[in-house]
């Protein structure tokens, strides 16, 4: 156990650390620090009970960082600006300062694209520019990093985007997405790719690697779900302006969001493709649908 790397992690707790940890514990080739506000939730507990150390520490206070990072070999760094907002961008610098006055050889940062750059300010997207945000500040100071950018979660279609009963009894699902192909992966496949890149960790110092499960047209998307389900299912494109003024939180940034894949990302094949060289287990949306096929039919029924 002596040369057994250590990794820390944060956000274990969530959707991304949590497969990431789980992940790195199931390969039994490395010891895992997971950062969490609250390591006495029921979320620390059980990654404690999975092997995993479970320390305390906080992305607002970087003193509290520095003792978790400094005996570790690698680093595994994700945020959440939907619980944080504009503190994400500032949590994320706190982050990649504490892993640069430590011994971390190898950090995989999950981060995403720049929407109001690439757009050329027609849109701006908080939760994508954020990350982006963090990511330029990483390579400015030249930490030695992979950047992850991770697709639409399949999950989104059990809470977020769950397809509605209508009155005819078909079931239907929108968003500004149009026909142009939604890059999504299962949440709990993404840690299968950080493994293999800890594992190849010279090939891939400054590298971005986009992480994929699937990358389908949304109606294809609800034909899948109508096959698997045995239930009339369609997709419905909704316009951005009408999608923004949609009565929930974030409304308007979900629309931009679906505007910017929209117009600006075409595809992701060649990301699908890296993803599956990486992790071969990593599910279709087909593959995941079918293994998550009561738990789509309960979010159907309610």
Not at 224 to 238: F, G, H, P, S
Request: glycine residues 8%; hydrophobic residues 40%.
């Amino acid at each position: 156990m002596a040369n057994t790397l250590r990794v820390l992690v944060t956000g274990a707790t969530g959707a991304q650390g949590g497969s990431v940890a789980r992940h790195l514990l199931s390969t039994g080739r490395y010891k895992v620090r997971c950062l969490t506000r609250n390591p006495d939730s029921s979320s620390a507990m059980a990654l404690r009970q999975a092997g995993a150390e479970v320390v305390r520490g906080d992305l607002n206070e970087p003193v509290s960082l520095r003792p978790v990072v400094r005996d570790c070999d690698a680093a595994f760094g994700v945020t959440n600006y939907w619980e944080h907002g504009e503190r994400e961008f500032t949590q994320g610098c706190n982050l990649v300062d504490a892993i640069r006055h430590s011994n971390v050889q190898h950090t995989i940062l999950s981060t995403l694209p720049h929407t109001r750059l690439l757009s050329g300010g027609r849109l701006e997207v908080p939760h994508f520019d954020s990350k982006a945000r963090m990511e330029e500040y990483a390579r400015e100071k030249e930490l030695p990093a992979t950047y992850l950018h991770v697709a639409f979660y399949y999950e989104n279609f059990l809470s977020y985007f769950p397809p509605r009963r209508q009155q005819d009894g078909t079931y239907v699902f929108g968003f500004p997405q149009g026909t142009t192909p939604l890059a999504a992966v299962a949440a709990a496949d993404i840690g299968g790719i950080v493994v293999a890149i800890l594992g190849e960790s010279f090939w891939y110092r400054d590298k971005l690697v986009g992480a994929v499960g699937d990358d389908q047209r949304a109606d294809e998307y609800a034909q899948i779900m109508a096959q698997t389900l045995n239930r009339k299912v369609e997709y419905r494109y909704i316009d951005h302006d009408t999608f923004a003024a949609m009565p929930f939180p974030g409304a308007a940034k979900l629309a931009n969001m679906f505007e910017f894949n929209r117009l600006y990302i075409p595809n992701r094949k060649t990301d699908l493709a890296k993803s599956r060289e990486l992790f071969p287990e990593i599910r279709s949306f087909d593959r995941w649908l079918r293994g998550n096929t009561a738990a789509m039919q309960r979010a159907l029924d309610s």
